[in-house]
C-alpha cells in the first residue's frame, strides 16, 4: 500500500463524483437570496467576473448593505474593462427577479452600476431601469458557485457500513491516521480560504468578527449573525463603547419603547436605559421592513437563546483589542473567553427573563472549541504559523455528532480498535471532510462510491 500524497489527489481521482464536475444550473440547489447576497459581501464568489456582453469587471469595494429600500449595496466600486466606476448593486437569484421584483420601474435602481445573479436566464434577457438605462449584468459561473458553497447532494448518508470498511478494515492504524490527517489539512484549507476572502475583501478585524458571530449562531442562527456582523461591522463599533448593546440588539429588532414593562422589576431600569441609548442611534441603524433578520427562536435550548449569544457578541466587542491580540493564541484565548462575564447576562437567559438561581457562562466550551478549530487555527495554518499544525492536533474531541457518528461508522464499521480514531477534534474535522466529499456526493447507495476503490490501491 503506498503512502497518501495529499487528500487533494484522493479528490482529482474520483472527480466524477466531485462536486465541481460540470452540471447544468438546474441541478444546483441555490439557498436563498438573503444567504447569496451575504455570501457574496464576504468575497467568497471572488471579484473577477464576465459580464454578459463580455466586459470584464472587478469588484473593488462591495460597499455596504442598504438598510432602507433601493439596490441591496450601497457606494460599491467596480472596474469595467479597467475603469472605475461606484454607486449601487444589486444582487438577484435570476435575471428575471429584476422585473419580478419592480426594480424594473423603481426609480431608486436607476443608478445601479451592477446586477449579479446566479442563474443564466433560458431566453435573452436585458437589465433595464425606470429611465431605460441597461445595466450591466453578470452571472456568476457555476463552478464558481459551487466551489464557494460547497454544499453536498445530500443532507445525510444512511447509517450502515460502507464498501469503504473492507479495505480500511485491513489497512495499518499509521495509515489510516495518514488519510485523516490528509482529510483534515484539506478541510483546514478549505475553512481557511472562506475566511481569507472576507479578510481580502474587509480586513482582518472584519473577518475575525464574521467568524465569531457565525460561532456563536451555531446552526440555527449562523446566517442571522453573520447578517448582524456585516451590517454592524466592528469597525463601526469599536469608538461605541458602552453603547455596543444597544447598537446589537437594535439592529436584531428585539428592541421597542415598552420592552422595560415586560420584564422583572429588577430589570426594568437597566431596560429602559438601553433603549434610551438604542433611540439615540436609532435613525441611523434601523433596518426597513424587509430587511430585518430573521431569527430562529424555537427548538433551542435557553442558554442558546439567540438574545444570549448577541449579548456575548456584544461583550467580547467591549474587549476587542484582547480578543483581536488572544485571536492569534488558542490556548489563552480559550482561558480568556471562559472567564467572560456580565453584570446582567451571567444570570439571565433573555432581555425580560428573570434572573437565573445558578450563574451562566457567556460562552460554553464547544463553542470556544469550535471557534479555534473551525476559523482561527484554519487561518493561522494557512498563513504559515509553524506551530499551528501541532496545536491543531492537540485539541481533544468534542461530544461526537451525528454526522460523525455516521462516518465512523461506515468507514470502520465493528473494527476493534475503531475507537482511537475518535480520539481528537482534528480526526471530527477528518470524518466530516470524508463524509461531505465521498458519503454525501454519493447518490447510489454506496455501490458506486470510487472511493473502495482508490483505498484498495494505496
Request: charged letters at 25%.
Amino acid at each position: 500500500m503506498e503512502v497518501i500524497q495529499t487528500y487533494e489527489s484522493l479528490l482529482d481521482s474520483v472527480r466524477p463524483l466531485d462536486l465541481l464536475c460540470e452540471k447544468p444550473h438546474s441541478s444546483l440547489s441555490l439557498p436563498d437570496e438573503l444567504e447569496l447576497q451575504a455570501i457574496w459581501f464576504n468575497g467568497q464568489f471572488g471579484r473577477d467576473f464576465v459580464t454578459t456582453c463580455g466586459k470584464k469587471i472587478h469588484i473593488k469595494q462591495f460597499g455596504f448593505w442598504n438598510r432602507s429600500a433601493g439596490p441591496d449595496f450601497l457606494h460599491a466600486a467596480i472596474t469595467v474593462d479597467g475603469e472605475t466606476q461606484a454607486g449601487p448593486l444589486e444582487i438577484d437569484t435570476r435575471p428575471s427577479d429584476w422585473e419580478h421584483h419592480g426594480h424594473d420601474v423603481n426609480p431608486a435602481f436607476n443608478k445601479t452600476i451592477l446586477h449579479v445573479v446566479f442563474e443564466p436566464s433560458p431566453s435573452e434577457h436585458f437589465t433595464r431601469t425606470e429611465n431605460h438605462s441597461e445595466v450591466l449584468k453578470v452571472v456568476v459561473p457555476l463552478a464558481i458557485i459551487q466551489s464557494a458553497l460547497l454544499a453536498p447532494l445530500s443532507a445525510s448518508a444512511p447509517l450502515h457500513m460502507g464498501r469503504c470498511r473492507k479495505p480500511l478494515a485491513h489497512t495499518t492504524v499509521s495509515r489510516v491516521f495518514d488519510l485523516l490527517e490528509q482529510a483534515a489539512k484539506h478541510r483546514c484549507q478549505v475553512k481557511a480560504k472562506r475566511l481569507l476572502a472576507i479578510r481580502e475583501s474587509h480586513g482582518k478585524d472584519q473577518s475575525l468578527w464574521v467568524a465569531l458571530a457565525e460561532t456563536l449562531g451555531y446552526r440555527p442562527n449562523r446566517l442571522p449573525m453573520m447578517l448582524l456582523a456585516q451590517r454592524l461591522p466592528i469597525h463601526e463599533l469599536k469608538t461605541k463603547g458602552e453603547r455596543i448593546p444597544a447598537l446589537i440588539f437594535g439592529i436584531a429588532e428585539f428592541m421597542h419603547p415598552d420592552i422595560h414593562k415586560k420584564a422583572p422589576e429588577e430589570s426594568q431600569q437597566w431596560l429602559e436605559n438601553l433603549w434610551g441609548t438604542w433611540w439615540q442611534d436609532r435613525s441611523k441603524y434601523q433596518l426597513d421592513a424587509g430587511r430585518e433578520i430573521q431569527w430562529i427562536l424555537h427548538g433551542n435550548r435557553p442558554i442558546n437563546h439567540p438574545q444570549r449569544r448577541l449579548a456575548t457578541l456584544g461583550v467580547i466587542a467591549q474587549h476587542w483589542p484582547t480578543f483581536r491580540k488572544f485571536s492569534t493564541q488558542p490556548k489563552a484565548l480559550a482561558e480568556w473567553l471562559s472567564t467572560l462575564k456580565d453584570p446582567f447576562w451571567s444570570s439571565h437567559y433573555t432581555l425580560i427573563s428573570k434572573a437565573s438561581p445558578k450563574k451562566l457562562s457567556l460562552i460554553g466550551k464547544d463553542r470556544i472549541s469550535d471557534l479555534i478549530i473551525n476559523h482561527l487555527l484554519p487561518l493561522k495554518i494557512a498563513d504559515g504559523d509553524k506551530t499551528a499544525w501541532s496545536t491543531y492536533q492537540s485539541f481533544p474531541a468534542p461530544a461526537i455528532n451525528e454526522k460523525v457518528r455516521r462516518a465512523h461508522f461506515r468507514l470502520f464499521g465493528n473494527r476493534e480498535d475503531a475507537q482511537q480514531f475518535l480520539k481528537k477534534s482534528w480526526h471530527h474535522q477528518a470524518l466530516l471532510q470524508i463524509y461531505q466529499d465521498f458519503c454525501l456526493a454519493d447518490t447510489s447507495g454506496c455501490d458506486d462510491c470510487p472511493f473502495p476503490e482508490q483505498l484498495s490501491h494505496f
